[in-house]
Each structure stands twice: as C-alpha cells, then as structure tokens.
C-alpha cells in the first residue's frame, strides 16, 4: 500500500502553527524566548481536536505510535503526534533539544528522572498528569529525562510535540535505572516520513518567498505531460520521471541548485520520491520534496494554471492588456487577401507548425526573426503586416516586436491565430512552404539598431564572452546560454558551449529551456537583432538577460555539439547489436518483446515492428498490456532513455526473464539498413505524455478551441493572484 507524505497543509490549523514557529526561529534563538513564546502557539493547537488526519492518530497494539506531521526544511523544528495504546509507555529517555507536548486526545503521566549520587536514575518530583489541552515543555536545561505513559488503560490518548530540530534525526538515549545508558535515533512509525529524513518538505510559503526575492529555484512536476497540463503551479517545470536521467543536467545544470520535486502518477503512484531519488544519484545535493504535493500547494493559497509554457502566455496576455495590442478578426484578415490588398502575413511560430496548418499567403517567419525581416518582407511603410500564431501568445509578442522596433508598417496580430479562422468557419491552407528571405546590410543594421534600443529599455545588461566562460564554470549560479537563430544557422556554425534556441520559441517555452527561475540568461547572435528583441521580452519576463557583444565571424565556427552527458546506470547493463534483436524477432520461439520507451509521437512516426510503446511512469500497466516475453529488448529513439529504464523493468519482471538494451536505439536499427513501422498500434497505455494542444492539427473540436481561448483570456487574473511573477510591460 502507498502511504501519504507527512503533509504541512493537511489542516490549516497545522499550517498556522508550523508559520508562527517560523517566525519565532527567525526573531529569537533564545531558548526561554522559543518556550514562552512557543507554548501558547501549541496550546491554540490542542485546544481543538477536529484537525488530525486519521492516519496521524492510529495506535498499534504492540508499540507507541510517532508520526511525522511536519519537519522544517533546515531542520530548526518537527511536529509530530504521539499516538499511546492503552497502557503503554515509554522507557526512560531524553531528547538533547528543547521540546513542546501539548496533549490533544486522551491523557498521559509523565515522571521526571534525575541521577542520585551514585549515579543511578531515581523518580524526581511529582509524576504529571496532562489532561486534553494542557501543554509542557522540556530542555536539557530545564529537565530533560522523562518516562511517560498512556494514563488510560481501556482507551488510546495522543499528544502533540514540537522539537526544536528533526526529532527522527536526533541521536538520543534510552536510561536504565542502574544508570547505564544506550542510544537510539526514533524514526518515524509513517513509512514515508523516512523519506523526508532525506528529502525535506518544503512547504508552499517558502516557494513563494524564494520566487518573491528572485532566488534560484527549480519546481519540477515529474508527471507526465498530460496531467501536468491539467494544474501546476506557475514556474513548474514538467521534467517526467522516465526522462530526468536523460534531461536534468542539461535543463538544471548546476548540482546544487534549489530543487523542490512533486508529481503523483494517474495511477496514485507517488513519483516525487523515485524522482528525487534519482536526482540524488545523479549528483544534486539540494533536492527537497514539496509539502503535501500539488493538494498541498492549492490547500496552502498557492494558485494553480492549466495548459503548457503557461508563463508565456500568462505575460503576451499581460502584454496585450497594457499595450493593446491591435488585432483584426479572422473575417477581417480573409477580407484583405480575397481582396488582394496591400497586407504581408507573416507566421510566428515554427516551420513545422506553419507547415502543418497556415492562413492562406501566410510566409513562415518565426518569432525571433520578425524584427530582421519585416522590412525586406514589407518595404513599403503602407504594407499592412499580419502576424499570426495558432492562438494568441506569439501572434501578440510578435506583433509588439513590431511596434517596440519602431516600424513604420501598420501591424496587427490575427486576433486568435489559426483558431480564430478555424472558429470563423475559414479553411486553412495545408503544407505551406514559403520561407522568410535574406536581408541586405542596411536593412540589417536598421533593425539592429532598432533591436538594441528597444534591448535598453527593457533593462538587458551586455556582456563578454571571457564573463560568459566564467558564468558557466561558476559553481554558485546557473547561467543559460542560447544562441537565438535559426536551427540551421545553429548548425552551420555557432559559438562554443552557446545551445540553441530560437528566439521566438524561447521567449515562448521559458519553462522548458530554462528551469531554473531565478537563474542568468545569455543569448548571442550573428546580427544584433535577434538577441536583443529576444532579450527584451525576457527581461520584461523578470529573468536576468545578457546579450554578448564583441563576438566575431571566428566565434560563430563550432559545427561539432557537445555528447549528451549521461548518469551512470544502476546495476550493469546488458547491451545488444541491431543483428542480434534481428535474429531474435525472425525466431518466434525466441519470445522476443519489444519494449519502446520513446515519446509516443516518436513511436508513432517510426518504431521497430512489433514493438510495444510504454511508459516507466505506468511500467507495471505497461507490461501487463505488453506480450509477455522470455526476454524483453528496450529500445527508444536514440537509446539516452531506455537505457535507464532496465533496472526498472528487470525488477518488475519474473526471475530468470533476460532484460537487454538495444545499443543505440532505433537510430541505430536504422542506420543498419532496418526499417520502421508506423501508426498508433500496441500503445500499451494511454498518451498521457503527452499534452494535445486544443491548436494542434487541423481537426481540432470548436468547444476545445473556444475553451482555450477563454482560458488566456483568464490569464492576467491568475497572474495577479499569484503575485509571484516579477513580469513587466515597457
């Protein structure tokens, strides 16, 4: 059975008392100040028994109870609650912190203990006897030897205890009466409340305070995509399980960044503790669990969004609202073309996107490139330029690209994208292919001059490569560095250590390219425009944003892009050649099963026959609708996942049963001259990994459309109650 995580927002009672500790650790390190102070907060606390979960108060016939309720993530206090069957006690013992009981339920006696002169441990004092309501305290310095027990014996009793550290951390000591002494460290009786002695809970205030004085954090929601989309916080990260191996050193590159992890699969499975396990392993010290998940989150105030890249498209709505932005409606637009007026359209998002779907003349100019060729595209300061995306966020920033750049053109978004059309009853155009043209030097010398002062205003900061260097060595700050043109410049020759990211898509998945909030972002470019319009929307963002000067044509020679860096595996792991899982899969008697842990859209564009796609997040649904097989081979598109899943699958399958890894993946199948299949069959589970996009494809339901585009209507709302976003509009 999965037990629950100890959770800080079960109650808001528990979570009133938990920030008033907080507050008083932060004003005084006085130990009399701390139990004054401290012992009215914990009598408020006990004076109402309507707040315990039940699986908090449940006692054993063998053995008093501890459960962990709460443990401060510095380790400065604990909360737990003490459950006593009838009858039982414990033996002499201390606690070497100070400690607060506050009796809830039931009664208990507790006899002090003090040495006599021949250092044997005698009663001391009266035993005292606390009744529901009544709250004590002990310290080493005001006595802190003590046996207690249940007062009742036909009934259970609990008590509440703060300590002033982790108590299930805390090396202590069990007396004999003889004076003799052992030591013991308690635990929890929650299963899981081990996990948080090595991973802490954070709880939702801290989160907020870390975002609120713009210190590093990475969120990470280790779901699938799918739920993920469905609620998370703002600046969660969606890293699912199955690829942290694969992803994290590259979207959280330095090991000891603030990492809070939380994620429960589909299937109730809890994957934030596999998770952080794994994060662990790959070498972050810093890795924390967040209090009470995602329930708890929400139960705390904190506000959750739907829909994927949600801090871009929460700010292009911000952008429209304070700069209203112009837009013209889909039968507007259609009227212009069919009219063959002077007006350009000029598409936004990614080549194959565009490609996909695109309004009719429409010439794919993604986003970070708009500013560089909208006046090759439209020379004449009457051209009226269209921008348009498949919703509403690029078409907007695009078309304030525009503007902020000073263009003498009239500009205007296509008022809900290629929804819009679809929703006004308009065809699209599919398979489009006209591309954006070269620019001269004048014209790219305006618009990166036009790119640098719009840079300023916006508050970009610039910088030098012998600075960036650094950045990336330094080991106290995550610094991203992007070079924001296009894929095939990229390719063609870039600077070292620079990864790419196209501006516009950039400026668009913040999230998935930078998962640090609060981390240092450098971009670079061959022409000065792309950079700085980029940056200037990442400034207004709330990020730290350079952009490198001083770069020259030699800089921009690198063609060869550096090995993705992989984590050692756990346990050995046993690789096989194409020729071999060939001869295999040609010998039915061989039982040979084919296991694809790729995405599902790379499973479904090509995967090796007969193969089965699954998910480690679902592994055991995923074996149990696979064929069963006396060797299975796992395979995905390169072989950077699938690799890692072999511990997984060998410890969920029977004794005796060969696991192996197809070296390469089917990059390699098809390098050696092997083919794929393609379609949606043997999907072992669902496609939760990943998010359908109510903008995505051409067959798209009119309810889902229009329901997306009131939920960005929605956005600035929810900024405003969140509070935690740092976004301005120049």
Known sequence: MTLRTPQLADTPRLQHLVTQLDALLKSTADEAAILANGKPLLAELVAQDDWLPNEYAQPNPERYQQFLLYADPDDRF?????????????PIHDHTVWGMIGMLRG?????????NAQGHWKPSGEQDRLEAGDVEAVSPTIGDVHRVCNAHSDQASISIHVYGANIGKVSRHVFHEDGTAKEFISGYSNAKAEAQLEFPLVPYARIRETLLQRQEIAILDVREEDPFAQCHPLFAANLPLGRIE?????????????????????????LALPAARTLKRMGYTNVHLLAGGLQGWQDAGGEVFRDVNVPSKSFGELVESKRHTPS???QEVKALIESKANVVVMDARRFDEYQTMSIPSGISVPGAELVLRARALAPNATTRIIVNCAGRTRSIIGTQSLINSGIPNPVSALRNGTIGWTLAGQELVKGASEHFPEVDDATRAKAAASAFAVAMRAGVKRTRMDDVNAWLADPTRTTYFFDVRTPEEYAAGHVAGARSAPGGQLVQETDHQAAVRGARIVLCDTDGTRANMSASWLAQMGWE??????????????????????PETQGKVTSVKVEQVKAWLADRNSHTVVLDFSTSAQYIKGHI????????????ESLTAAHKGYRYVLTCQNGSVSRFALADVQAAVKAGVDVVWLEGGNAAWVAAGGKLQTGDHQMAVDRVDRYRRP????????????????????????????????????
């Open 328 to 330: 013209l409606s889909a």
């Open 609 to 620: 026959h007969s193969a089965w796609w699954v998910l480690r997040t679902q592994l055991k």
């Open 78 to 90: 604990s909360v737990v609650s003490f459950v006593w069957g009838p009858g039982q006690a414990t």
């Open 107 to 115: 009664a208990e006696l507790c006899q002090p203990f003090a040495k």
């Open 246 to 270: 694969a992803d994290a050193w590259t979207r959280i590159p330095r090991l000891d960044t603030f990492i809070v992890v939380y994620g429960t699969a589909f299937n109730g499975d809890d």
């Open 545 to 566: 944003v350079y952009v490198v000067q001083g770069l020259t044509a030699e800089d921009f020679t690198h063609t060869d892009t550096s090995p993705l860096r992989l």
């Open 695 to 730: 903008y995505e494809g051409t067959n798209n339901p009119v309810e889902a459309m229009q329901g997306y585009l009131d939920w960005e209507f929605g956005l600035v709302e929810q900024l405003a109650r969140d509070g935690t976003h740092h976004f301005k509009v120049i």
